[in-house]
């Protein structure tokens, strides 16, 4: 009797652990760049079900959106309507689409696009840190706008002060995505008459009208530094929206291929394989006007700002900054990587002091690949987060709204230590 209770136990323990007998099981990497976007019933990029697994699971006769925003038609096998519609699930990997009024496997459908990234701007009229202006990079699929990257973007100088995203673990899984596909502008009200391009490329002339020839070289050259990273997201069409100019800021080659890189990927390794965080909020922004001083002429000696209009508009900032909050466990640390290759270790000391209370940098066990001894690379410092450990009052502000906004309520948060083990882990897809 002992061992029939033990059987009937080990059947009920695998039966609630099984995939449920009716519903849809969609992959979001089944055709790796050509898998279709999808949505979940609140417009939302769902996440997977299951740890290690690309796999969302739908209910039976529940509703998602589909779609294959801007699709060339010659080379894609889309028959449903391209820019989205809902659909309704059937069961495994069939689908019922509304519109279209056809039943189709979605492992079946490959989406080809006319051209990458595609991407929308949305300015709801409101505003945002220190009464910058807000926008949204995202899809509008079935007439309906799917924010993924918050901005808050200085318009009189035409520079975001930060682009802020939530990433999690499930980011790590999109191994096969092509990030060479340049930036690309939809031309609404952000720049202006600015073409960030054109811009990009007429830097070296610039710092020349400047008196700043000597500092733009075939090794050293400025670029556009992506803020919102697209290794932080899963799908392609949210990674696509990092391409945009109004999420990247004038960032020295060295530094971006350097400690900027380094950091990024640091945090996206914490996130993606070492602790389970859940949902992270990142913000990730600049902060100050570099200067760089005139070596020659009758200014030889002075220190100017560095604006790629040659004016007072695209500035090279000071400081490249990186947030990461993990709500869940009250985890928090914060990034500032200096942008300026030309200056003595002492300078970038001096600046952070004025930042932050204290560098924690040598705290953090899972940062790997900072070069603090070339300045070329970008000095890096980490500050804690709390709200009142920052000094400078841009990044206090910052900060104390993104403990609000996240319902921290903790005066200073723990900095995540590889020590402290993983969390409670994500469910495992089961065999």
């Known amino acids: 009797m002992f061992l029939l209770v033990l059987i009937f136990l080990a059947l009920t323990s695998y039966v609630s652990a099984a995939p449920k007998a009716t519903g849809c099981s969609l992959n979001v990497l089944e ?57 309704r699930c059937v069961e495994n990997t069939t689908i019922y689409a509304l519109t279209s009024a056809k039943t189709v496997d979605f492992n079946s ?32 699929i079935a007439n309906h706008f799917t924010p993924v990257v918050k901005l808050c973007f200085n318009l009189g100088q ?19 995505y092509n990030p060479n596909i340049g930036f690309s502008y939809v031309a609404q009200r952000l720049f202006g008459n600015l073409i960030p391009g054109d811009v990009y490329t007429q830097s070296k002339q610039t710092l020349e009208n400047m008196d700043l020839a000597d500092y733009i070289t075939d090794d050293v050259y400025l670029v556009p530094g992506q803020l919102a990273d697209y290794n932080d997201f899963l799908s392609l069409y949210q990674r696509d929206l990092t391409f945009d100019y109004a999420n990247t800021a004038p960032l020295w080659n060295t530094i971006k291929n350097g400690n900027w890189k380094s950091v990024v990927s640091s945090v996206q390794k914490l996130i993606t394989q070492e602790i389970d965080l859940g949902n992270v909020t990142i913000l990730s922004g600049t902060l100050d006007i570099a200067t760089l001083g005139i070596h020659t002429g009758d200014h030889a000696g002075q220190h100017i700002e560095v604006f790629l209009d040659g004016k007072s508009r695209m500035p090279v900032p000071a400081w490249f900054w990186k947030l990461m909050i993990a709500p869940s466990s009250q985890f928090a640390i914060l990034f500032f990587v ?89 469910p495992q897809k089961p065999e």
Not at 51 to 73: M, Q, R, W
Request: aromatic share 12%; with cysteine; proline share 7%.
């Open 338 to 426: 200096y942008n300026n290759p030309y200056v003595p270790r002492d300078q970038p000391d001096y600046d952070f002091k004025r930042v932050c209370k204290e560098d924690v940098l040598g705290n953090l066990n899972w940062v790997e690949g900072i070069n603090n001894t070339d300045p070329k690379a970008g000095i890096t410092f980490a500050c804690l987060v709390g709200r009142d450990y920052l000094l400078d009052e841009t990044m206090r502000e910052i900060v104390n709204n993104a403990l609000e906004e996240t319902n921290i309520q903790s005066n200073l948060l723990e900095i995540p230590s590889l020590s402290m083990g993983e969390s409670v882990k994500a």
């Open 158 to 176: 035409v520079v975001p002060l930060y682009s802020k995203y939530t990433t999690n673990r499930w980011s790590a899984l999109f191994i096969n």
């Open 31 to 87: 055709n790796n760049g050509a898998t279709p976007l999808f949505l979940n019933l609140n417009h939302q990029f769902p996440n997977p079900t299951y740890n290690g697994s690309a796999e969302v699971e739908f209910n039976e006769n529940e509703i998602l959106y589909i779609a294959c925003p801007k699709a060339d038609t010659t080379i894609s096998n889309y028959p449903l309507e391209p820019e989205g519609e809902a659909v």
């Open 109 to 140: 459908l490959t989406c080809h696009q006319q051209f990458r990234p595609y991407f929308y701007e949305q300015f709801p009229g409101q505003t945002c840190d220190l009464g910058l202006y807000l926008a949204y990079i995202g899809q509008n």
